[in-house]
């Protein structure tokens, strides 16, 4: 709760800016959890993303993750993997140049549902990454000088519940926290992201399903890679 109450504050301190660059997204995804066969603890984590800035008129971001999860007794899930993404320049505060950015990464699911409501579930994700970030000393120059590394801890917390057979609500808050950086400067808020969405069921047993809502997303700026200084930016997703 703690960490909830603070990455909020962050959140409207830099909505309170003055010179807050913003633009709206667009993220379609898909999420994969599969289990090697009906009954196996070990299973296949897929995750994967374009992402569009200014609604769908300019590329953002290609994301994709993968992975291993091996399911526990009680319902909870270990997985761990790698991921990449790939980064166009698209706003005033984005780096003038495209540049991929690799991880490993780590994380641990606890599942819960609400004891007076079955239809109920409560999600807690702690998800730890290490990244290796490309940079160049000049745009126009071809290949990159350098890989900046980095460690980001995620910690969101998820409500989801059904209020017809197949037609479900879910909300979540996920906090970025950069827990080590080369460049000591920079502040340990990397994000906020909050989110509403719609859930449609597409089998009765709700393996298989459609979402869609809109997140508000909040950024910490870096103030060595962005043109922008120290600044900050919000952004509104459809995803």
Not at 156 to 181: C, F, K, N, T
Not at 203 to 226: A, H, Q, V
Request: hydrophobic share 40%.
């Amino acid at each position: 709760m703690i960490v909830i109450a603070t990455s909020i504050t962050a959140t409207f301190q830099a909505v309170a800016q003055e010179d807050v660059p913003q633009n709206f997204c667009v993220w379609p995804g898909f999420e994969v959890f599969m289990p090697f066969r009906e009954d196996s603890r070990w299973g296949l984590f897929a995750e994967g993303y374009v992402k569009r800035v200014n609604f769908l008129k300019d590329p953002q971001s290609l994301f994709l993750r993968l992975g291993g999860t091996y399911y526990l007794k009680n319902g909870n899930r270990i997985t761990g993997g790698v991921a990449w993404q790939y980064n166009y320049p698209y706003d005033a505060v984005a780096l003038p140049y495209s540049w991929p950015d690799s991880r490993i990464w780590q994380q641990y699911m606890i599942r819960r549902a609400s004891l007076k409501n079955k239809e109920h579930l409560w999600v807690h994700r702690f998800r730890l990454e290490e990244r290796w970030l490309a940079r160049k000393n000049d745009p126009a120059e071809d290949g990159y000088d350098s890989y900046k590394f980095e460690t980001t801890f995620r910690y969101m917390l998820r409500s989801q519940w059904y209020i017809r057979p197949r037609v479900g609500l879910a909300v979540y808050e996920e906090v970025h926290l950069r827990v080590y950086s080369e460049e000591r400067d920079e502040k340990i808020f990397d994000q906020n992201r909050i989110y509403a969405g719609l859930i449609y069921a597409l089998d009765k047993d709700r393996l298989w399903r459609i979402e869609t809502g809109y997140m508000f997303l909040s950024c910490g700026m870096r103030p060595r890679t962005s043109p922008a200084g120290n600044a900050s930016i919000t952004r509104g997703a459809l995803r």
